[in-house]
């Protein structure tokens, strides 16, 4: 069986995850999180990308997606190489990076070993998608989602951590337009 699992349906809900090759913690730099931020909403507006909870970790990104009609796994594959060619760019014209030659390294090397790139992979394969059959599995991944930051430390209490929807749900500005907020 492949390990790149598949969305069914474009009717569903799914909880999706996808890590940087080799879980570097890329994501510890604002710049990095923000390319993120401004592709999801691109998406949203062009792609009729629906996101209903998400988290940015140091080293990956947890979301629950649904689309108005278009393919999902086109939209995050589309986000996923336009992400990558975008914070390689990030990364190789940051002179702060203290860690970008070890990094590009690493993401050439990868990306020279996997017959589905040329030279590059800054994004390890595959997303995980798990449809959202009931109400309650909707609501255990996000729990699981916002308390991520929690668990590893970062914040004390999910709705501080400001790379979260989290902060919608206490009331709190969040850094993308959710298309379902209790």
Not at 4 to 19: E, Q, T, V
Not at 79 to 102: D, F, Q, V
Not at 137 to 153: D, L, S, W
Request: hydrophobic content about 35%; proline content about 2%.
């Amino acid at each position: 069986m492949s390990r790149k699992y598949k969305f069914s349906d474009n009717d569903k809900l799914y909880f999706i995850s996808f890590a940087v090759v080799g879980w570097v913690d890329v994501f510890i730099r604002k710049e990095y999180k923000d390319i993120l931020l401004e592709s999801w909403r691109y998406c949203q507006k062009e792609k009729a990308l629906e996101i209903y909870a998400w988290c940015v970790m140091s080293s990956h990104v947890h979301m629950i997606i649904g689309s108005r009609g278009k393919p999902l796994e086109k939209i995050v594959g589309e986000m996923k190489s336009y992400t990558s060619r975008m914070l390689r760019k990030a990364i190789e014209s940051n002179s702060g990076e203290s860690r970008k030659e070890w990094m590009l390294a690493l993401m050439h090397q990868v990306g020279s070993e996997n017959s589905n790139n040329n030279d590059w992979q800054f994004w390890q394969q595959h997303n995980h998608p798990i449809e959202l059959l009931t109400e309650k599995m909707f609501y255990q991944k996000m729990e699981y989602i916002h308390r991520n930051p929690v668990e590893a430390g970062f914040v004390e209490n999910e709705e501080d951590y400001w790379y979260s929807s989290a902060r919608d749900f206490y009331d709190r500005k969040g850094l993308i337009e959710l298309s379902y907020v209790v």
